[in-house]
């Protein structure tokens, strides 16, 4: 057998550094314990660009620990993080800022900077990362506010804000750097049906306004079912569904049954989170 020349190997390097038109982020064979405790087992997942992608599971299943990784977090202990064909797994801390500047991420308790006021928790990000005069930056605040429901709110200090608009201010302040993918844990946690509802609708609002690639970790079947366009289940930290909404509201799985409990009616038409 002929051995692989280097160009070749060139050649095989760069096949695999080209990025898929249709697919934003993908996990590869991705494995993470805490001491003897194994959370994620061999995950295999590509989030479509421009799409909605929801990862459902119970309570200690992954699903935060798998959203880490996209972000660079956490590290895996085996298996590959691409971004836009870009294997970032072994990035220095450094190299992943440039990375982060792409993705928002909406943490699951919003966050933020309890001695900041709205206006500066939005303001934070573009202040560290680009030199911009002051003006361009108030701009940019207030567009973000607008888009979320919350125009006028900028000079409120966190503490003055109900659950529902601390969550709202967080998906501000991930939007505020023009992401390409933004990514929330746990969005709708803690929220009366109300606000959950209006988070959903959010979600659903900038994916089309922005044209950005969305993640959703949740336990809720209401809020999946209602921004999702992919739908992935995960359980002991395997992927036991990966399938459009369509497919996955019509499974006769039984995980996906036990999953969605009442919310499970195949012939059921679900308004999804429209403004």
Not at 176 to 194: F, N, S, V
Request: charged share 25%.
């Amino acid at each position: 057998m002929s051995e692989t020349t280097p160009a070749e190997v060139e050649r095989e390097e760069f096949a695999s550094a080209i990025p898929d038109p249709d697919c934003f982020l993908e996990l590869q064979d991705l494995h993470k314990s805490f001491g003897s405790t194994s959370v994620l087992n061999g995950v295999d997942l590509k989030v479509p660009k421009g799409k909605v992608l929801t990862i459902l599971g119970g309570s200690g299943s992954g699903k935060s620990v798998m959203l880490k990784h996209m972000i660079g977090l956490l590290r895996p202990d085996s298996g590959r993080v691409v971004v836009e064909g870009r294997d970032v797994t072994d990035l220095r801390e450094r190299e992943w800022i440039e990375v982060r500047k792409r993705i928002g991420y909406v943490f699951q308790g919003a966050a933020l900077f309890d001695s900041l006021s709205v206006f500066e928790n939005i303001a934070y990000p573009l202040r560290e990362h680009f030199d911009q005069p002051e003006a361009e930056l108030a701009h940019r605040v207030e567009v973000c506010l607008e888009s979320v429901g919350l125009a006028g709110v900028g000079p409120k200090m966190p503490a003055e804000l109900s659950g529902g608009m601390r969550k709202r201010v967080g998906v501000a302040r991930a939007i505020a750097m023009h992401p390409q993918a933004i990514l929330y844990d746990e969005p709708t946690t803690g929220l009366d049906p109300a606000n959950s509802r209006r988070i959903g609708q959010l979600i659903r609002q900038l994916q089309k306004e922005l044209n950005v690639t969305s993640v959703v970790v949740t336990h809720e079947p209401e809020l999946c079912l209602a921004v999702s366009d992919q739908v992935v289940l995960l359980e002991k930290g395997v992927l036991r569904i990966d399938a459009p909404i369509e497919e996955f509201r019509a499974s006769n799985a039984p995980p996906v049954r036990d999953f969605l409990g009442a919310f499970y009616d195949p012939g059921r038409d679900v308004e999804r989170g429209e403004s």
